[in-house]
């Protein structure tokens, strides 16, 4: 046996072992890791697009494009409480099973505080209202293009007037 050979063939199969897990992986689920939520991939579009009617977007990115989605799974799977977690994946069942005018109508309302609204739904909506916002505040394009941060005290004006009493 050429040394060669062998190595080139020991490459291969290394790469072929790398590459397996992707291959592997169920069609339907949810695009990220999720221990404590089992969400599959229409349920993660639909969450997207809930979170797109939070944030849309306008001359600055929207929720989609900066992946809020992920976000508001990946905080309440890893920071959420078991019972709040149920309310969440409750809640996204029901809207899953809505039309797209009821979905949007359901945000309307919820948004509004509508009294008619069960109270699973209306604690998902503010779940996902909530995460939504703070990653979008939290996130990298806002941080770095729309937020002017000036470290505390400020800048010095060496030629600011000072009153003498």
């Known amino acids: 046996m050429e040394r060669r050979l062998a190595i080139k063939q020991v490459l291969i199969l290394?790469?072929?072992?790398?590459?397996?897990?992707?291959?592997?992986?169920?069609?339907?689920?949810?695009?990220i890791e999720l221990?404590?939520?089992?969400?599959?991939?229409d349920q993660e579009n639909i969450l997207a697009e809930i979170t797109e009617m939070i944030i849309p977007k306008t001359d600055t990115p929207g929720a989609k494009d900066l992946k809020l989605h992920l976000f508001v799974l990946k905080m309440v799977d890893d920071c959420y409480e078991k019972k709040d977690q149920q309310v969440f994946s409750n809640g996204l069942k029901y809207v899953s099973k809505l039309e797209a005018s009821e979905r949007k109508q359901f945000i309307l309302d919820a948004n509004a505080k509508k009294e008619h609204l069960d109270e699973d739904a209306y604690n998902f909506f503010?779940?996902?209202?909530?995460r939504t916002i703070g990653g979008y505040m939290n996130?990298?394009?806002?941080?770095?293009?729309?937020?002017?941060?000036?470290?505390?005290?400020?800048?010095?004006?060496?030629?600011?007037?000072?009153k003498n009493t």
Not at 35 to 41: S, V
Not at 126 to 130: A, G, L, P, Q, T
């Open 14 to 31: 290394a790469g072929g072992l790398m590459v397996l897990p992707s291959c592997l992986r169920e069609s339907g689920k949810a695009s």
């Open 126 to 130: 503010n779940i996902v209202k909530d």
């Open 35 to 41: 221990k404590n939520l089992d969400i599959d991939l």
């Open 139 to 162: 996130s990298k394009y806002v941080m770095s293009n729309l937020v002017i941060w000036e470290l505390v005290p400020g800048r010095y004006n060496g030629y600011f007037p000072v």
